[in-house]
């Protein structure tokens, strides 16, 4: 039994270690009504182009974050007092990055690369390890590693309007981060456009969530 509750809190810190923050700036323009009872809505029709399973499994997000504030999806657009309009962008901005190898932390040996504390290049005091000189024609000059490190950009937009056109609601969700599966970020950007809804309108501010 000890060994069981051992390993169950175990494997909670694991799974609470593998949280990250997602960090997103959230801007809201809104007009709402502090007396509007029917919150009945409607999605705009997407462009062919947009309608893919992708953009559907994205509204079902917006659908349930919509159901925790009081709203209710109407079976059709002549029962919906409300048309709500979803857009999304993924931009991949790639930045090379420059990696500096310093000669005397590594050197080679029998398996490879290894570090050289307490070897060749240092000597041992009582108060630490040192290096005693510099040599390039023994260690060689700094070397340098170019990489790839890539900085995804999205934006998600929701808007809110009455059947006659009148906008009520209005956010935009952007988030820079080097998560690339987008579909793994995006319950949380759905979720960073409506908390504190409706809020204060033309103010930006920052929302962090955790994301699994």
Known sequence: MKALAILVAA??????????????NVTVFHEWPSDLQDKSYTFETPSPGEDTLEYRSYLNLVSGELAKLGFTQAASTKDAKLRVGMQFSTIDRPVKVLTAT?????????????????YYPYRYRYYG????????????PMEFRETIQH??????????????GKKLYDVSVQNTSRKQSTPLVMPALVQSAFTGFPGESGKAKRVDLELQ
Do not use: E, H, K
């Open 129 to 140: 390890f040192y290096r005693p000189y510099y040599d390039p024609g023994m260690w060689g």
């Open 11 to 24: 494997t909670s810190l694991l799974l609470s270690g593998c949280a990250t923050t997602l960090r997103s």
């Open 151 to 164: 900085n995804y950009d999205r934006n998600l937009r929701v808007t809110i309007n009455n059947m006659q």
């Open 102 to 118: 310093d000669p005397w932390m590594y050197g080679p040996g029998p398996w490879g690369y290894y570090p050289r504390w307490g």
